[in-house]
């Protein structure tokens, strides 16, 4: 079977992100762990982690040398409801995160992510083009994506 792991590269910091993420996912597990070998130039404990978040894997790299995250690449988590948007919104800006527009943020990491609610592509996919474009416009004035906020605002 062929898998596609995508891999981020973190400055020596995949101890506290492994952390963060599986804090925040119920279903989160470490599929694997490699410790840093003795003598090499990673400052902490792991080299790498393989972890399973909401049944995807991640391969988490203790890389240093100073690559960045950009929003080029994000992690798009889709969410029924609002406790739960709201539950791993704060949990992925806590401590140095940023938040963004549209859903989208940056982790204190530098990771994008999307919390995304399924009832938006409901929403903006509406047949009344109308109800779809106050849902759209709607969301394109949010930070953290509000359902409620975005069902009204397609109501009219």
């Known amino acids: 079977m062929t898998r596609i792991t995508p891999c981020l590269w973190f400055d020596d910091d995949v101890e506290s992100a492994l952390e963060l993420y599986t804090s925040l996912f119920d279903d989160a597990r470490v599929v694997s762990s490699t410790p840093a070998p003795p003598g090499s130039p990673f400052r902490s404990g792991l080299m790498t982690a393989v972890v399973e978040l909401a049944g995807h894997r991640l391969m988490l790299l203790n890389g240093s040398g ?11 988590v ?3 409801i609002q406790s739960e948007i709201d539950r791993l ?3 992925l800006v806590a401590n140095g995160g940023a938040e963004s ?3 989208w943020l940056i982790d204190r990491f530098g990771v ?3 919390i995304v609610p399924t009832a938006l592509p409901r929403l903006l996919g509406d047949p009344d083009a109308e109800r779809s474009q106050r849902a759209m416009s709607a969301m394109l004035g949010m ?3 509000v359902i ?9």
Do not use: H, K, N, Y
């Open 66 to 76: 100073g690559r960045p995250f950009t929003e080029a690449v994000s992690l798009m």
């Open 78 to 80: 889709e969410v029924g």
């Open 89 to 91: 919104w704060d949990g």
């Open 101 to 103: 527009r549209c859903g």
């Open 112 to 114: 994008s992510w999307q």
């Open 143 to 145: 930070t953290r994506i």
């Open 148 to 156: 409620a906020d975005l069902e009204a605002a397609a109501a009219g």
